[in-house]
């Protein structure tokens, strides 16, 4: 793997070393291998955390990560950013509902549209997409299964619970019509909570059922990544996306070579594949 930062001098070469084993041990561990996320970014955000916590060598951090269990998990909090809302980046669900959805649920056989959010987090854009499905057509039967790495997100997904501030992009409308205000929080309704699924999983690793999915949207996950990483995993996710499906990826990030995916633009950031 391909380390983004320069190290010139031996001091900075030494913090690799000790960079490196401690991504070796952070992956047996936890199986995260760390060393698959740009480096530069990675190494300041987990150096400066270890620092905070009061500890600057690497080494005697991963002994303390070993031995605590609440401190890996804290830690893991902060490495695997799990920052998300209902409608993030809303111009991207205003060509779902309009366009995307709308043809999904026309040509879906058997009536069913089967969807992926990979990266789900707290499940924030599968449960957007579920009250998209339901808002849109009430007999399409939807599927949608969030994946991500970080486990105590995955259970908060299930849950379908979120603040006000998860849910400041969300229409007034669509929101009361399809969550529930419970204390300072909204709920999913039930109907939104049977489409969906949440499970724990590593992209990295999971190998996908071939042409499974109508839609894939894997946003705001592979900015950590080196591109070869990224890269990698696009084409994997590609394969699990039936002909005529879309991928969707965030407003931020690229497909390096698109055709050669048999991937077509038709919107920004969007995907068919032919
Ligand atoms: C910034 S959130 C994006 C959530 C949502 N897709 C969105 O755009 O709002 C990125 C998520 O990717 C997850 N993630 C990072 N590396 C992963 C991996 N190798 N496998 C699965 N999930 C991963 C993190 O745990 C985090 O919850």
């Known amino acids: 793997m391909t380390a983004t930062a320069p190290r010139p001098s031996s001091a900075a070469a030494t913090a690799k070393d000790d960079y490196t084993s401690f991504c070796e041990g952070i992956r047996a561990l936890t199986s995260i291998d ?50 998300s809302q209902l409608w993030r980046n809303p111009e991207q669900w205003t060509v779902l509902e309009r366009e995307i959805l709308p043809e999904l649920i026309a040509r879906s056989s058997a009536g069913r549209v089967r969807a992926w959010s990979a990266g789900c987090s707290y499940g924030a854009e599968a449960y957007t997409l579920a009250a998209l499905f339901r808002q849109l057509d009430q007999r399409t039967r939807a599927e949608i299964v969030g994946t991500d790495i970080d486990r105590r997100m995955v259970e908060r ?30 709920q999913a309704s039930r109907e939104l909570r049977a489409l969906t699924r949440f499970e724990v ?28 990483v990224r890269d990698a995993l696009h084409e994997r996710l590609v394969t699990s996306i039936r002909p005529g499906g879309y991928f969707v990826i965030g407003s931020t990030e690229r497909v390096s070579r698109p055709r050669e995916l048999g991937l077509v633009s038709t919107h920004p950031f969007t995907y068919r594949k032919s």
């Open 201 to 228: 999983g590593d992209l990295l690793r999971v190998q996908p059922r071939r042409e499974a999915y109508d839609l894939v949207l894997c946003r705001n996950t592979v900015i950590y990544f080196t591109e070869d």
């Open 157 to 186: 997904a299930k849950l379908g619970r979120f603040s006000d501030e998860d849910a400041r992009s969300a229409s007034r409308t669509v929101l009361e019509r399809w969550f529930a205000r419970d204390g300072d929080e909204w």
């Open 34 to 83: 760390l060393l698959q996320y740009k480096r530069g970014q990675m190494e300041r955000r987990i150096r400066s955390f270890a620092q905070r916590r009061g500890e600057s060598d690497l080494t005697v951090y991963l002994g303390l990560l070993r031995r605590d269990r609440g401190e890996l998990e804290e830690f893991l909090d902060r490495v695997t950013i799990n920052v």
